[in-house]
């Protein structure tokens, strides 16, 4: 019963409208079938998250998580808390790994592509 | 059945030797029909001998760098300033190998074959089957059955009898790697599998080949060229290794192969293509051997992708250099040649291994014969849920059964009884009615029954709910031999 009445509880700073951010996501590899079989997807994110920082890398994926992934085979996208290894993110078009991997600061209009690797050959 | 069995053998045998025969009778006769060919020519000769000296026309000795048969094959390569003589000396003079005569494997050997390398390795321990042919483009259907290593050789010889081919026949192995790779001097990965891609990027690091790796899977591909520079491990000036950019692998259960997956052909086809072609660029423009006193600077590396249903099919991205910390290539690397050849690195275990399913009592599933009695009996046949995706369902199914692809239920959020009715669990069948549920070979069939039960379908026991054991491959081999098995 406690889960119904969170449920029915207004969203919190409602009166607030939080300032967010256009960004386009991508999936390629065959996570696009995680994700509505849809390879693009152009979203409005918050800027900051839910300590009022500005929003990551490691944000975005749990913000995926929670309101873009219909599918319910979360561990091929995230494990332990972490994408999943196999999976690349490229920030416009670059390894994350140049940009500072989960803590890259998420700037509007960026194109955060999520690659998993293929094998067959 | 044996003694046709029998027949057949002794006819493939016999054709493989006329082959043989047919392939020799033609090698002498082109060798008899181009006296050229059989001149001594001096292969020794420095890229400083392509200088042309006008005047010397008198001399009947041949005077030129490649033979005169060479001049007519690789004309069209050789004015491209990305290749010129030089290139083709360069090409003429290198050993790659390539790893895997599949998909990827074909494209690229012919390509190099075609292109003039000295000598082409191939290294794979699998046959030719009917399956690989529409993408396999090497392999022919009078070859099912070959070792895909000689069926590829056979290939690139009726293409290039100048080069040099070397078949490996069997997989590379942790014990076999350093010996088959020092003989090359690039490698392409044309594999499949994780784990190979791992033992293939190690030995390469430690011998100091660069690598061009390349994979595909349903409209998809991705090209890397890694280890470029080949430099020694924790050399600042080294291109990344595969472990550079995958430390760790993915879990076993999300890799997907082609055969479960699917492939195109013209897909596999691109990235095999694009792998020759790398390989083309490296050789001609000099790798290691390359007379260049300059230390290369490392290439930043790119990843290029490609998607057949994109808008934009090609995409490079660009990739991160070597890793600090990396297990193989960095400085702190405890990686070394006895190491893997000793084979105390487990490539299989280091990349999972998948488990067979099996979360059903035995009394929660029946056999494909048996279902087949039920359908033929009297009582009531209840319901069959075939839950393989839609494309298998529509080539072959069992009479009566309803398509619930398996990929719906996993993406259908939370499971809910509604989501199966009212088409699937119909007002006209009775509460106690039992439903059975297949799939491929048997293991998504039980997960669906477990969900069916935990959604209370079964209605407390009062409805029996079972999977057919083994699948669609089980009522092949034991109800319908005739059944198209994708
Ligand atoms: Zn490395």
Redesign the pocket.
């Known amino acids: 019963m406690s889960t119904i009445q969170a449920a029915e509880k207004p969203p919190e700073d409602i009166e607030i409208p939080k300032p967010e951010l256009s960004i386009v996501v991508e999936f390629t590899g065959g996570l696009e079938m995680l994700f509505s079989d849809q390879r693009r997807h152009p979203l409005s994110i918050p800027v900051t998250n839910k300590e009022g920082n500005p929003l990551t890398i490691a944000d975005l994926i749990e913000h995926l998580c929670n309101h873009t992934m219909k599918d319910t085979r979360k561990e091929l996208f995230v494990l332990d808390d972490h994408l999943r290894p196999g999976i690349l993110v490229l920030i416009n078009d670059a390894d994350w790994e140049l940009e500072g991997e989960e803590a890259y600061e998420i700037q509007a209009g960026d194109n955060i592509l999520f690659v998993s690797t293929l094998h067959g050959g | 059945m044996d003694s046709v069995t029998n027949k057949a053998e002794q006819l493939r045998e016999k054709i493989a030797q006329t082959e043989k025969e047919l392939q020799n009778l033609r090698r002498q006769l082109n060798e008899l029909e181009s006296p050229i060919q059989n001149l001594d020519v001096d292969q020794g000769h420095s890229s400083t001998s392509t200088t042309k000296q006008p005047g010397e026309a008198s001399s009947p000795k041949w005077k030129w760098p490649l033979r005169e048969e060479e001049y007519s094959r690789y004309g069209r390569q050789l004015i491209l300033p990305t290749v010129g003589i030089k290139g083709q000396l360069r090409l003429k003079s290198t050993a790659v190998l390539i790893v895997g005569a599949g998909g990827l494997g074909c494209p690229a050997a012919a390509y190099l074959a075609g292109a003039g390398v000295g000598t082409l390795g191939v290294v794979d321990g699998d046959i030719v089957e009917t399956s690989n042919l529409h993408r396999q483009i090497a392999h022919s259907t009078s070859r099912v059955g070959m070792m895909k290593v000689d069926s590829l050789v056979e290939y690139c010889q009726g293409l290039n009898p100048n080069v040099t081919y070397v078949p490996h026949r069997e997989h590379l192995t942790p014990q076999n790697a350093e010996g088959i790779v020092s003989k090359y001097d690039l490698v392409l990965d044309c594999t499949d599998h994780p784990t190979s891609r791992y033992l293939i990027?190690d030995i390469c690091?430690l011998l100091q080949k660069p690598l061009v790796s390349a994979s595909a899977l349903r409209t998809d591909g991705q090209l890397i060229v890694l280890n470029n520079p080949a430099a020694a491990q924790g050399a600042a000036n080294g291109g990344?290794?595969?472990?550079?950019?995958f430390?760790k692998p993915p879990p076993a259960d999300s890799v997907v192969s082609c055969g479960e997956g699917g492939v195109l052909g013209p897909v596999v086809g691109v990235m095999g293509v694009l792998q020759a072609l790398e390989a083309i660029k490296l050789i001609a423009g000099g790798i290691g051997k390359a007379a260049g006193s300059d230390p290369k600077e490392p290439v930043a590396p790119s990843l290029l992708l490609f998607s057949a249903t994109s808008t934009t099919p090609f995409r490079s991205l660009r990739m991160r250099s070597?890793?600090p910390n990396?297990?193989?290539?960095?400085a702190g690397?405890t990686l070394t040649l006895k190491e893997l050849g000793s084979g105390s690195l487990d490539y299989v275990q280091f990349c999972g291994v998948t488990t067979p399913v099996n979360v059903l009592k035995p009394e929660e599933r029946i056999s494909a014969t048996e279902y087949k009695d039920i359908l033929a009996g009297k009582s009531h046949k209840g319901l069959l849920f075939d839950v393989r995706e839609k494309e298998h369902f529509d080539i072959a199914s069992i009479p009566g059964a309803v398509n619930v692809p398996f990929s719906i239920l996993q993406r259908h959020g939370r499971p809910t009884v509604g989501y199966l009715t009212p088409e699937h669990l119909s007002d006209t069948i009775p509460a106690e009615a039992p439903i059975y549920v297949v799939c491929r070979v048997g293991n998504d069939s039980q997960i669906v029954t477990r969900r069916l039960k935990e959604m209370g379908l079964d209605g407390n026991g009062e409805r029996d709910i079972r999977d057919i054991k083994g699948g669609m491959l089980a009522w092949k081999h034991e109800v319908d031999r005739t059944l198209p098995f994708t």
Not at chain 2, 240 to 245: D, G, Q, S
Request: proline fraction near 12%; charged fraction near 20%; aromatic fraction near 12%.
């Open positions: 990027s690091v990344p290794c595969y472990r550079c950019v430390p070597r890793r990396c297990f193989a290539c960095s690397s």
